[in-house]
């Protein structure tokens, strides 16, 4: 009855989401919709509630192992470790959706409970366009992939996860890339809304922006465990491949990033109104069409489900009616969102334009890089396009847009001077010029565009700290603190994926036992080669001595595992973090001879890859709690005066 249990929170769930969406739409279109909001919110969160309740109920059914549900018995094993049980629940195509539409549900909960700053109008509206989403994804759920369908006779036990699901960096990052893509659909609705109840200006931007922040750190939280959980995991010693799964979680954190700023000059000069309308709506296009992309069957991915096409089917309805009838609505009524604030072509705001542009033309260039090969195959022409079409063409469009990152803070709000402007930038300029003189004696002509990037970020670390030069510190609002540190963030993971091109060394050879190799400034000896024990696995494990010059020794513990369900062999990578790279380990195949197949890579600072994401996730953080702040004291003031 448990499952039953969480079919029927399902179903309930779905009715409150047609509620809310019919007194939303009523509370809109009423003339003093105040009267109709608190039932409204009420509903909102009632709705919540069932989803989290019938999420819960699946995790329960993981957790017992319940092999009378379908989706536990190919999904799960009574011998896995808890965490991949728990795991397992969203490790599949109709866990993963419905984890999807449970976090839509708790964001749409949210909304109801904490905006207060949008008219009861529009709020109102915006809460009809979260329940329209989310009734969209209940008919998915309940007609084309019911996570709580009964499997009859039950077998004894499960045909168990994707060993390569079972890692904790894979646990924790759908649910993380979930927020960010979620966190978008409320920036979606707010503009919806906005649309609806032409009220567009700083007040709507300033109560959207708080989404938009969270969805691009969960975003930012997301990719760069994403693609450390691949480094490691997958052995391939490589940190980002252009992989159609991960372009698809690209896709909106760009969106996001140009929405981003966008709102912001909304929000505090009124000026780009249209423009981030149409950039709310892009963004939630590039979650759905991501969704769609893992979802639906169409790629051949560890990160995506195959199913039938019926479940890619509806998906496509879901990302054509929802997109489709945004942008049927952002072209009806653009016309009346009236222009904001007016600026020079010298000014921070152009200087936001520039950044939104460029990152609108990355967008794209990834965009069609992922999609072209589908369309190409759908017309009967078998093609990849892989990381040399991405380098060519991103990564000259990256560098524009490093430049006009370090500059547009260092410019002024509505007007500034081109001499002005070159003033501020001497220092970082002349650092970069440095820096690229530097490492291009030490490096040669071998990769030219590396040394230009390393060169840049140096560059960008300079700007990204300017605008902190001749403030005082402990007034210095921390939204500036945010900035300063994701765009240093941004110069730290430019400065690791520049050196990881540029200095890592690699060999690959056949080892006997006390044998020895040499990689970078290392010498690595193959102890012994011995069998292992898991909870759910068996191993040959290599033992490695590790030691550079006349320092300490220290070990490696790469292994080949096995796992029994599903059967399943994998690659376990062994890694040394130190404090100016990783040295990294695979042990391949044994031969008659008594030799393995070893694997080795020395990667200096490859870890600023990683640490530079940390940094920007910070960035957003900063600036979150500083705008959450700065809005609960401008309540109290308001509050005050009324008094």
Excluded at 20 to 44: E, T, W
Excluded at 80 to 100: D, R, T, V
Excluded at 458 to 469: C, E
């Amino acid at each position: 009855m448990i499952a039953e249990a969480g079919l029927a929170a399902l179903w309930l769930a779905t009715a409150f989401a047609i509620a809310q969406l019919l007194l939303g739409a009523a509370a809109a279109r009423a003339a003093d919709p105040v009267v109709l909001l608190p039932g409204l919110r009420k509903i909102a969160l009632v709705q919540a509630v069932f989803a989290l309740a019938a999420f819960l109920v699946l995790i329960w059914l993981f957790v017992t192992s319940d092999m009378s549900v379908l989706l536990v018995a190919e999904n799960s094993h009574s011998q896995k470790p808890m965490l991949y049980k728990i795991a397992g629940a969203w490790g599949n195509h109709e866990g993963s959706m419905l984890l999807w539409v449970t976090v839509l549900a708790l964001a749409g909960a949210g909304v109801a409970l904490f905006e207060r700053r949008l008219v009861a109008g529009t709020l109102s509206a915006t809460l009809a366009a979260q329940a329209t989403i989310a009734i969209g994804f209940y008919a998915f759920l309940a007609f084309a992939s019911n996570p709580f369908a009964r499997l009859n006779p039950a077998p004894a036990d499960g045909q168990g996860l994707n060993p390569l699901l079972q890692d904790p960096g894979l646990a924790f990052h759908p649910p993380t890339l979930y927020l960010g893509y979620v966190g978008l659909s409320v920036a979606f609705s707010f503009a919806v809304a906005a649309l609806l109840m032409r009220d567009v200006g700083p007040a709507f931007a300033k109560a959207m922006r708080p989404w938009v922040l969270g969805a691009w750190i969960f975003l930012t939280i997301g990719i760069t465990a994403g693609s450390y959980w691949a480094y490691y995991e997958l052995g391939w010693g490589g940190w980002w491949f252009w992989d159609p799964v991960e372009n698809a979680s690209l896709m909106p954190w760009l969106a996001a990033t140009a929405l981003l700023h966008s709102v912001n000059v909304l929000a505090t000069r009124d000026g780009l109104r249209a423009w981030t309308l149409m950039l709310a709506v892009v963004a939630f296009s590039m979650s759905m069409v991501g969704t769609f992309l893992v979802r639906s069957g169409i790629l051949v991915s560890v990160h995506a489900f195959a199913v039938d096409p019926t479940r890619g089917s509806f998906l496509l309805a879901l990302l054509g009616l929802y997109i489709g009838g945004a942008l049927a609505l952002f072209g009806a009524r653009v016309g009346t969102v009236t222009q904001g604030a007016t600026f020079q072509l010298i000014s921070r705001e152009a200087a936001l334009v520039l950044n939104n542009l460029l990152l609108s033309v990355i967008l794209g260039v990834v965009l069609i890089g992922t999609l072209y090969p589908l369309v190409a195959q759908a017309m009967g022409v078998q093609l990849s396009i892989g990381a040399p079409f991405f380098e060519k063409t991103a990564v000259p469009i990256a560098l524009f847009l490093v430049a006009g990152t370090a500059a547009g803070p260092l410019l002024r709000w509505r007007k500034d001077t081109a001499q002005a402007l070159l003033s501020r930038l001497t220092i970082p300029v002349a650092i970069t010029g440095i820096a690229f003189a530097l490492f291009f004696a030490m490096t040669g002509f071998g990769s030219p565009i590396a040394v230009l990037v390393l060169a840049f970020a140096f560059g960008l670390a300079a700007a990204s700290i300017a605008p902190l030069w001749k403030r005082k510190l402990r007034r210095t609002p921390l939204p500036i603190y945010g900035m300063v540190v994701a765009h240093l963030g941004i110069a730290v993971s430019l400065a690791g994926m520049a050196a990881d091109t540029l200095f890592k060394q690699e060999r690959l050879a056949a080892v006997a036992i006390g044998d020895n190799l040499a990689v970078g400034p290392f010498k690595v000896t193959l102890v012994e080669v011995r069998p292992t024990l898991g909870p759910n696995w068996s191993a040959m494990e290599a033992r490695l001595q590790v030691q550079r010059g006349t320092a300490e020794p220290f070990e490696l513990l790469p292994q080949q595992r096995f796992f029994a369900n599903p059967p399943t062999n994998t690659s376990e990578a062994a890694i040394a973090t130190l404090w100016d790279g990783q040295v990294y380990s695979v042990l391949g195949a044994g031969d008659a001879a008594g030799r393995w197949q070893l694997r080795l890579w020395w990667k200096p600072f490859v870890t600023l890859i990683w640490a530079g994401g940390g940094l920007i996730a910070l960035g957003g953080l900063l600036s979150l709690v500083g705008r959450i702040v700065r809005a609960r004291r401008d309540a109290r003031t308001l509050e005050e005066e009324w008094v």
